[in-house]
């Protein structure tokens, strides 16, 4: 069976990941998922920021960092600190978070 093949007859999301980037546990598939966490926090950050109302620069001047810090967030661009991304999310935001280990 080809790639196409597989991807058509799977059965759940995971089956076409492991097609298209390999069993978990492999680097592709490892890269691949960092990729996808950063995105998810990213758009969650976007949008509560535009729940809140709050342009990129009004949001870093309320946690003391940089716009283009928050920036490069949003866009899933660098890496975040467990403390800054509750400083940014609590304190800049008025959000509550919680972290979930599986």
Do not use: H, P, W
């Amino acid at each position: 069976m080809n790639k196409k093949e597989v991807i058509r007859n799977a059965k759940n999301f995971d089956e076409i990941l492991d097609v298209q980037y390999g069993k978990i546990g492999t680097k592709k598939r490892d890269e691949f998922e960092l990729k996808a966490q950063y995105f998810i926090i990213s758009e969650v950050l976007k949008e509560a920021r535009r729940e809140a109302k709050m342009t990129q620069q009004q949001l870093a001047e309320k946690v003391g960092t940089k716009k283009s810090y928050i920036s490069r967030l949003e866009n899933g661009k660098c890496d975040i600190q467990l403390s800054t991304l509750y400083r940014i999310f609590e304190d800049g935001l008025g959000k509550k978070i919680s972290l979930l280990v599986a």
